[in-house]
């Protein structure tokens, strides 16, 4: 049975499905004139996940999350949310509520007007809206700022407030769009943990854009991978980073040596490849091989050094091109033939001279992962 979660055969489904149902996207379309923003969209989250919608820049992750919150008008498909259409209800009916990329204050409100906007527009009372809003300013860890304006915030205390303006009118699915992208290294790694502890904390469903893999490898119970309007991938961040299904999905998710090879034999459960002159046997992938396959080796799966370690079972000889010190590892590129492969030392320390010339790299066949 194909679930909502794939676009191609049912074969290739990750090893856990979630039990499905919460928000349900089901062919979800929209053109801008003649281009195809969203492109069939299936989507079917389960509650109180943290999902993220992960892709490069352009893919249409903003027009989807527009969509859902009722900003934008699809041109096909439906949304389900607990059980209940919500694609003809009007934004602040939906049971969503949205956070943008540029935190979108109003400047000429207070922090305390801007958190308690939601309940003022569904008409709660003035003592319950300022009850609530001092509450919703601790929650986020900014008691006593009710009365500054947005200027008067550092970018993570705006951040903080147009958290407080979403969770406020409690949500059944919280949209979040690039959140983080304003922030520095260290508070936006920080962030990352205290939105995650706080999406546990209250037990709402998180839709959560990002172009950053790390972060949507640090945070997500789920990542839906998208390219070109479609979800490529959907699974666990394991599953997307080791088991990528496409080479698009690989590339996006880390560095990548995505090597084409040639099938000698399949049988059964296994499959032979040859890469150069190896001959690698591996476990057959969940869909049919053709006889072209492409191989996908993480760059820190392979060894470099002088000669081949003893637990490798394939070493190539290659030749380091260029290095980058990169602090907690080097990266190296190194030609092999008219290929360049991406390999990681890890730990170099401080007395590490990084390799020149000729080396041997090294790797286990059971760390190459097969794209049928
Ligand atoms: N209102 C609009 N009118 C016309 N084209 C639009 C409109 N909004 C978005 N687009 C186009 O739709 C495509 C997807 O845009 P979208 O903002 O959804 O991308 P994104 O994945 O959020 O990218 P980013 O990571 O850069 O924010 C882009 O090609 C964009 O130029
Ligand atoms: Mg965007």
């Known amino acids: ?61 903003t027009t989807l999350l527009r969509i859902i919150a009722g900003f934008y008008e ?52 003035q ?3 300022k009850r609530r809003v001092a509450g919703t300013l601790e929650f986020v860890g900014l008691a006593g700022l009710a009365d500054r304006w947005p200027n008067q915030l550092s ?21 979040l769009d690039e959140p983080l992208s304003n922030l520095d290294a260290n508070l936006r790694e920080r ?40 979800i490529e991938q959907w699974g666990t961040p394991q599953e997307v980073y080791n088991r990528p299904r ?28 040859e890469l150069y002159d190896h001959a690698l046997s591996m476990p057959a992938p969940a869909t049919p091989v053709g006889d072209e396959v492409l191989l ?5 799966a392979i060894k470099i050094g002088i000669a081949a370690p003893d637990r490798a079972q394939v070493s190539l000889a290659g030749t380091v091109t260029r290095s980058a010190f990169l602090g907690s590892l080097i990266r190296y590129w190194v030609q092999i033939g008219n290929e360049e492969w991406v390999v990681d030392q890890s730990d170099p320390g401080a007395e590490t001279i990084p390799y020149e010339g000729d080396v041997t790299l090294a790797f286990d066949p059971a760390r190459v992962h097969l794209i049928s």
Not at 155 to 175: H, Y
Not at 247 to 269: D, H, Q, T, W, Y
Not at 296 to 300: Q, W
């Open 74 to 125: 699809p041109d096909g498909g439906t949304i389900q949310l607990d059980g209940k259409r919500i694609d003809h209800l009007p934004s602040h009916q939906r049971g969503t509520a949205m956070v943008f990329q540029d935190y979108a204050l109003f400047p000429h409100m207070t922090v305390g007007d801007n958190v308690g906007y939601g309940l003022r527009l569904a008409g709660a009372a």
């Open 296 to 300: 996908c080796i993480r760059p820190e």
């Open 246 to 273: 496409t080479p698009s999905v690989a590339n996006f998710i880390g560095a990548a040596n995505l090597r084409p090879a040639r099938v000698l034999e399949k049988n059964g459960a296994t499959v032979r490849i």
């Open 127 to 129: 003592a319950d809206i």
């Open 191 to 230: 962030m990352r943990w205290e939105l995650r502890a706080l999406q546990q904390r209250l037990n709402i469903t998180f839709l959560y854009v990002t172009h950053d893999q790390a972060e949507a490898l640090a945070m997500s119970d789920w990542i839906a991978v998208m390219s070109g309007g479609r």
């Open 155 to 175: 970018g993570g205390q705006q951040q903080r407030v147009a958290l407080a303006r979403a969770l406020i009118v409690e949500p059944k699915v919280l949209l």
């Open 1 to 61: 049975m194909a679930t909502p979660h794939q676009q191609t055969s049912s074969a290739t489904l990750p090893a856990a499905q979630p039990q499905a149902g919460y928000l349900r996207l089901e062919g979800i379309v929209k053109r801008f004139g003649a281009l195809t923003v969203v492109d069939g969209v299936l989507l079917d989250i389960p509650q109180g996940a943290f999902v993220t919608l992960l892709g490069p820049s352009g893919c249409g992750k």
